[in-house]
């Protein structure tokens, strides 16, 4: 028998989620439910969920905005956010942390299944939806849903900007990364043109995750270009960068 496959709902108030579960019941998916966006990021990462309805006010020490980024850090399922709120800064946080659509509560069953509907169809239409909760890089291994670093099957306590780097720089390991594009991606637009900032952390890393910080053999620097993560231990010309 084929296995139902899954739709997330995210929200802290139960009945809620319970009335979502009776709108939900006829269209052949599985219902599951978080009300912390701990449990949330979870279960995006292990159930791989058709669609996601994420609420913004959530119990829990993440509200559903900051789920929703960390979910995308290994996932780009869609997410609708279904909220109390209607005010347009909530919507825009909502959007600019990678909502596919947002309905305001109460909501009407047939408007939010037809928008499930069109945006399940539209990440179908646009390919099928990526999972990847774990990325290896030689001894370097990151669990992204958990957060978590291990170099040498030894977990290393990265801050949540040192972890958003490392990850970017793993998700595109072997490849040079510009100063100004892992600036814009981990801190923001407004911070672009802040290399020491960057070569700060960078120096931070090296210290927690290459065995000698002072001859980098991990997180290597382009000098005047960028940083990379190497795909097999190395060493360039200027790498102390």
Not at 21 to 33: D, E, H, M, N, P
Not at 221 to 237: D, I, N
Request: include cysteine; hydrophobic fraction near 40%; aromatic fraction near 6%.
């Amino acid at each position: 028998m084929t296995k139902k496959k899954n739709l997330l709902v995210v929200d802290q108030d139960p009945k809620h989620i319970t009335l979502m579960r009776q709108i939900l019941s006829g269209t052949g998916f599985r219902v599951i439910a978080a009300r912390t966006g701990e449990a949330a990021v979870d279960l995006a990462a292990s159930e791989q969920p058709e669609l996601i309805f994420m609420e913004i006010n959530l119990e829990g020490e993440i509200d559903g905005c900051v789920a929703v980024r960390r979910i995308r850090d290994f996932s780009d399922v869609p997410v609708i956010f279904v909220c109390a709120s209607d005010k347009p800064e909530d919507i825009l946080q909502a959007f600019e942390s990678g909502a596919d659509d947002y309905i305001s509560k109460p909501v009407h069953s047939q408007i939010l299944l037809a928008r499930m509907r069109a945006v399940i169809k539209r990440a179908s239409r646009e390919g099928m939806v990526q999972h990847y909760t774990e990325i290896t890089c030689g001894s370097l291994k990151i669990n992204i849903p958990g957060r978590q670093v291990t170099i040498d099957d030894r977990e290393v306590y990265l801050s949540e900007t040192e972890f958003n780097l490392i990850l970017e720089l793993a998700k595109n390991q072997g490849r040079v990364l510009m100063h100004e594009q892992l600036l814009s991606s981990v801190w923001g637009q407004k911070y672009s043109n802040e290399i020491d900032y960057l070569r700060s952390y960078i120096h931070i890393l090296r210290r927690k995750l290459e065995t000698d910080p002072q001859h980098p053999r991990l997180i290597l620097s382009k000098p005047g270009v960028g940083y990379m993560l190497a795909s097999e231990p190395a060493a360039w010309p200027g790498a102390r960068e």
